[in-house]
């Protein structure tokens, strides 16, 4: 079910509910790390998350209020025997998704629904894939065990201890206003790719057009990429 249903849903109140009892599991907050400016790590358990199965890439929605509006998230693991699952969530901009993670406490009781497919490595091996975007592929890359990263980030001082904390290979590039850097992400991904290595493109939709359309004119084949915007600026709910 599309978030533009679940908002069409919110306005009429029994209608709320039976998707709610339908379509959405209980979970609670057992875990809230802050590990860097604007990124948190949560991590949500409940008897409802027991036996799920569970994908790299799939994603699931957090319901924000007493309404059907939610906010997806990338779950980075998933325990079926524990009923646990965590996920990172950024806080870049103000709004009822970096509201809800900010004041997300532990014993908060969760409403999710999920997990669903997204973005999945199919057949590729880990290490032959790469995953291109922003900050906001960052769990993604970490839930795919991706092979390399190259990410667009607002300060690299912040994210590169991270990335190396995490075991992350990434090479992060930091923005520019004009999207000057974008140049730059180009440059970082080589010339010498492996016939074996495919793309993912996550994040931000002008970053993942200029580097779709880079990929191409190096003669990537369609099949070896995959894209999902996450965000584009004065939208919401693209993912």
């Avoid at 919110?10 to 590990?35: E, N």
């Avoid at 036996?51 to 007493?66: E, F, N, P, Y």
């Avoid at 440059?187 to 994040?203: D, N, R």
Wanted: hydrophobic share 40%; net charge positive.
């Amino acid at each position: 079910m599309s978030e533009t249903i679940l908002n069409q849903a919110a306005s009429k109140g029994p209608l709320t509910r039976l998707v709610t009892q339908l379509f959405f599991r209980k979970a609670r907050v057992t875990d809230h790390v802050v590990l860097a400016p604007a990124l948190h790590h949560i991590t949500l358990e409940g008897e409802a998350l027991k036996g799920v199965s569970w994908t790299a890439g799939d994603k699931i929605q957090i319901r924000l209020g007493a309404g059907l509006q939610t906010r997806t998230y990338t779950p980075i693991a998933w325990d079926p025997v524990v009923g646990s699952t965590s996920f990172v969530a950024q806080t870049l901009s103000p709004g009822p998704g970096s509201e809800w993670v900010t004041h997300a406490k532990n014993g908060a009781e969760v409403e999710l629904m999920g997990p669903r497919s997204s973005l999945a490595l199919g057949t590729s091996a880990k290490q032959d894939v790469w995953v291109l975007g922003d900050e906001t592929a960052f769990g993604l890359t970490l839930a795919l065990g991706a092979g390399r990263a190259v990410l667009e980030v607002d300060s690299p001082e912040h994210w590169g201890p991270l990335c190396h904390a995490w075991g992350l290979p990434a090479t992060l590039v930091a923005k520019q206003p004009d999207d000057a850097h974008l140049a730059r992400m180009e440059e970082s991904i080589g010339m010498s790719i492996s016939p074996q290595t495919h793309f993912i493109l996550a994040g931000r939709a002008n970053t993942i057009q200029h580097l779709l359309k880079a990929l191409r004119a190096r003669g990537i084949r369609s099949d070896r990429i995959r894209s999902k915007a996450y965000w584009a600026p004065g939208k919401t709910g693209l993912d």
